[in-house]
């Protein structure tokens, strides 16, 4: 079965920071460009950050450029998002998501896999 | 920064209605390199993640029923279930694909209730 499963939620202070994991399988995540999309309660979803296939192509929503990192290991099949000097607006699920492709000149623009989401609550 | 509108916020539809919903983007999504409407729409239903519905506009994703579609291009779209089933009660939302620079933005999304 092909799915994503993050890891690595939690309770943080403001402040604090937090990795979170997000592991494929089923597929070959080096085969996919993906990312880190959150929703906020009671609110709706927001894409954070975007990683190539290798790596070498990143971006981020404003909104967290500067604090986020998104990095990715091929040979874990593993994407992670490093998060510092996080806020209580940073209160979210996560979900890691798979941009959709049917071959290299057939991207969708859309995320066609998602996991299931981890909880990040800052607080104190 | 593109802003996609959705509308409305939220509707109330019987079972076997068309439910109807539009989202609006702040600029053209159409791009001339390839001729596609980089506008995506997505289910959500409680304590699940969102389940891609559309891409391209109009292009049903793998496994979606076909009383589900997307039609639309430019900055003007919308969604249209034909025939409303009782799973179909959740929130939807649009979302655009940009690569100068790259972003996606999403709707603000809409509830869609069971009348």
Known sequence: EVQLVESGGGLVQPGGSLRLSCAASGFSLSSYDVNWVRRAPGKGLEWLSYISTSGDNIHYADSVRGRFTISRDNAKNSLYLEMNSLRAEDTAVYYCARDGTDGPDDYYGAFDIWGQGTMVTVST | ?115
């Open chain 2, 1 to 115: 920064d593109i802003v996609m509108t959705q509308s409305p916020d939220s509707l109330a539809v019987s079972l076997g209605e068309r439910a109807t919903i539009k989202c609006k983007s702040s600029q053209s999504i159409l791009y001339s390199y390839d001729n596609k409407n980089y506008l995506a729409w997505y289910q959500e239903k409680p304590g699940q993640p969102p389940k891609l519905l559309i891409y391209w506009a109009s292009t049903r994703a793998s496994g979606v029923p076909d009383r589900f579609s997307g039609s639309g291009s430019g900055t003007d779209f919308t969604l249209t279930i034909s025939s409303l089933q009782a799973e179909d009660a959740a929130v939807y939302y649009c979302q655009q694909y940009d690569n100068m620079p790259l972003v996606y933005t999403f709707g603000q999304g809409t509830k869609l209730e069971i009348k």
